[in-house]
């Protein structure tokens, strides 16, 4: 497809329990993005990777997040251990652009619920 | 924490009438966004102003900047049930190690229209 794709889309995960969350930006894209969204609240910055490398983790909540970009295309977030307060979207964004960002490109998101 | 903060938190207004949101914002930016979002999907792009630009327009969008008051507003003229949706705005920080930019999103404003 042409757009942000993250999967899964919906995910219910036992607390304790590991989780991944993938995201395939569109091709060619050079940035990404991560954020984490509350119910009724704004994007929360998470991540940002240029090309493979990770260049700010400032917005990981805890050692418990972490996420890769290995060959500077897919991307994963990865929790661990999760607990009820990860409960939220995940967004994935992705732009061509890797100096100023003039438009970021959403997945629909994956929603995790920590049961 | 997140960059920017929208006001009202929600608006409801008759169809065909205008709505305006406003965007406060904390740190120099290069640029300002705003993003649309439908419930339970991505975000997406609306219209991008400059730093050095004052207003701009996009069909039935108006935004206005203020740096020194570091505020923005979104105007949606003759607005349509199909504008309900919530509204955020997005600054650029510079990450000042490689020139990069990340995107920071304020709380966002839900708008709805009745038809």
């Known amino acids: 497809g042409a757009g942000v794709s993250q999967s899964p889309r919906y995910k219910v995960a036992k607390r304790g329990q590991d989780v991944a969350l993938r995201c395939d930006p569109i091709s060619g894209h050079v940035s990404l993005f991560w954020y984490q969204q509350a119910l009724g609240q704004g994007p929360e910055f998470l991540t940002y990777?240029?090309?493979?490398?990770?260049?700010?983790k400032s917005g990981l909540p805890s050692d418990r997040f972490f996420a890769e970009r290995p060959e500077g295309s897919v991307s994963t977030l990865k929790i661990q251990r999760t607990q009820q307060e990860d409960s939220a979207v995940y967004l994935c964004?992705?732009?061509?652009?890797?100096?100023?960002?003039?438009?970021?490109?959403f997945g629909q998101g994956t929603r995790l619920t920590v049961v | 924490s997140q960059q920017g903060e929208e006001d009202p938190q929600a608006l409801s207004i008759q169809e065909g009438e205008n709505a305006t949101m406003n965007c406060s914002y904390k740190?120099?930016?290069?640029?300002l966004q705003w993003y649309r979002q439908n419930s339970g999907r991505g975000l997406v792009h609306l219209i991008l102003?400059?730093?050095?630009?004052r207003e701009k327009h996009s069909g039935r969008l108006r935004v206005t900047l203020d740096t020194s008051k570091k505020s923005s507003s979104l105007l949606i003229t003759a607005s349509r049930a199909a504008d309900t949706a919530s509204y955020f705005c997005?600054?650029?920080?510079?990450?000042?190690?490689?020139?990069?930019?990340?995107?920071?999103f304020g709380t966002g404003t839900r708008l709805t229209v009745i038809p």
């Open positions: 740190t120099s930016i290069n640029n």
């Open positions: 102003i400059r730093s050095n630009e």
């Open positions: 997005a600054t650029d920080r510079r990450f000042d190690q490689t020139g990069a930019n990340n995107l920071f």
């Open positions: 990777f240029q090309n493979e490398a990770q260049l700010d």
């Open positions: 964004a992705s732009s061509h652009q890797q100096g100023r960002i003039t438009e970021a490109f």
